[in-house]
């Protein structure tokens, strides 16, 4: 796992069993890519072969969404970042957001979201 990233969150996707949508706190490692902490939410479906797990997801799904310019990496400032209950809050509204580009409506989007834990 790269250093810079956190995972947060990983809420099941309803009505596919393999699905997950995983959610991470990330700093870019990528020199040119606008220096922020971002937040970003990938649906990802798991592979189990044999002994081995694959995560498997689409580039072209998921959202992310920035939460604080820095023009320096601070690990301290990760940790407090994905810590934060109100990036926890920003979490459940992109998974919402996948949920609804699913085919849930939006109260039932909303029910899901709240009601599920995310470990």
């Known amino acids: 796992m790269d250093n810079r990233s956190r995972t947060i969150a990983s809420f099941p996707v309803p009505g596919a069993p393999d699905t997950v949508v995983i959610v991470t706190v990330h700093y870019p490692t990528i020199p040119g ?67 609804i580009d699913r085919g849930f409506d939006y ?3 909303e029910t899901i979201a709240l009601s599920t834990g995310g470990n």
Do not use: N
């Open 33 to 99: 890519i606008r220096r922020e902490y971002s937040i970003s939410a990938q649906p990802t479906t798991i592979v189990r072969i044999d002994f081995s797990t694959i995560h498997h997801y689409d580039p072209c799904e998921g959202y992310r969404r920035w939460l604080e310019e820095a023009p320096r990496y601070s690990a301290r400032k990760l940790e407090s970042l994905a810590a934060d209950p109100d990036t926890m809050a920003i979490a459940r509204s992109l998974f919402r957001t996948i949920l």
């Open 107 to 109: 109260l039932e989007a």
